[in-house]
C-alpha cells in the first residue's frame, strides 16, 4: 500500500470546497481562531507555530500578555515577570505593580480577557495563556497538546542539554504552575477551568508516539472537519 502525504491528502479535501468558499465570500468573514494549549515539553509550541504558517494567519503568544500589559497601565517586562511566576504569587506580585490604582488579581484578569477577546476579532491562533476558556462562547476550535512526563523530560533535556531527573523535575515544575495559574485566574468565572477538563478543548492530542510536526495535518483536518473554511482564512491573511 503507497503511502500518502498527510499534507497532499488535506490539500486535496481542501480543493473540494472550492465551490463552498467562493459562495461564503459573499457572506460576512467569520474569523478562524485557534487555540492551543499545551504540556511542557509535548510540543505544543511547534505546533502552533506550525499551525498559523500553513493557516496563513499570525501567531500570538507573549504578544497577548504585552497587550494585556497595556491595558493595564504596566509595562510590559514587568508584566512579562509576572507571568513567570508561581501562581500563588501572581496576585500579591501585580497588587504591588499596581499600588495606589486599586490593581489587584482582577485588573490582569480583565486586561487579559479583553486582549484575547480583541485579538480574536481577526483571524488568528493564541498560545495559551487561557484562551480557550475566554473564547469558549465564541466559535472557537480548542486544541490541547499533551505527552507523558518522562517523554516531554526526555526531550527538554536532550533540547535544554539537561539531566533526565532534572529535566523531569522541570516538566512537571512547569505544568503544575500552568495548571494553578489557569485555576486562579478562572476559578470564579468557569465551573470546570482545570487544564484536565477534556469538554473544555475540541481536540486533545498525545504527542508521545506522534510527533508534533506530524500533528499539524491532523488538527488542520479536524479543524476543517468542525466547518471552519480553511481556504478563506488564507484568503484573508
Known amino acids: 500500500m503507497s503511502e500518502t502525504d498527510p499534507y497532499t491528502f488535506l490539500s486535496k479535501m481542501i480543493a473540494k470546497d472550492e465551490a463552498l468558499s467562493r459562495k461564503s465570500q459573499k457572506r460576512p468573514h467569520q474569523p478562524l481562531v485557534v487555540t492551543v494549549s499545551r504540556d511542557y515539553g509535548a510540543g505544543g509550541d511547534i505546533i502552533a507555530s506550525k499551525l498559523a504558517e500553513e493557516l496563513g494567519v499570525p501567531l500570538y503568544d507573549r504578544q497577548i500578555l504585552e497587550l494585556a500589559a497595556s491595558k ?3 509595562d ?3 508584566f512579562s515577570e509576572m507571568d513567570d511566576l508561581r501562581a500563588s504569587s501572581v496576585s500579591n506580585f501585580i497588587s504591588s505593580l499596581l499600588t495606589g490604582s486599586g490593581g489587584n488579581l482582577e485588573t490582569y484578569r480583565r486586561s487579559l480577557f479583553e486582549s484575547v477577546m480583541e485579538l480574536s476579532q481577526k483571524d488568528c491562533v493564541l498560545l495559551g495563556r487561557g484562551a480557550h476558556l475566554i ?6 476550535f480548542r486544541v490541547r497538546v499533551v505527552g507523558s ?5 526526555k526531550r527538554i533535556a536532550q533540547e535544554f542539554g539537561l539531566s533526565l531527573d532534572l529535566a523531569e523535575r522541570k516538566v512537571y515544575e512547569i505544568n503544575n504552575k500552568r495548571h494553578k495559574s489557569i485555576e486562579n485566574l478562572f476559578k470564579d468565572s468557569y465551573e470546570h477551568c482545570s487544564l ?3 469538554k473544555n478543548f475540541d481536540l ?3 504527542t508521545d508516539r506522534i510527533t508534533a510536526e506530524n500533528s499539524v495535518p491532523i488538527v488542520l483536518l479536524a479543524i476543517r472537519q468542525a466547518g471552519f473554511d480553511l481556504k478563506q482564512a488564507k ?3
Open 72 to 74: 493595564a497601565g504596566v
Open 76 to 78: 510590559p517586562a514587568r
Open 135 to 140: 473564547l469558549s462562547g465564541k466559535r472557537t
Open 149 to 153: 512526563r518522562m517523554i516531554c523530560a
Open 196 to 198: 484536565n477538563y477534556a
Open 204 to 206: 486533545t492530542i498525545n
Open 235 to 237: 484568503s484573508q491573511s
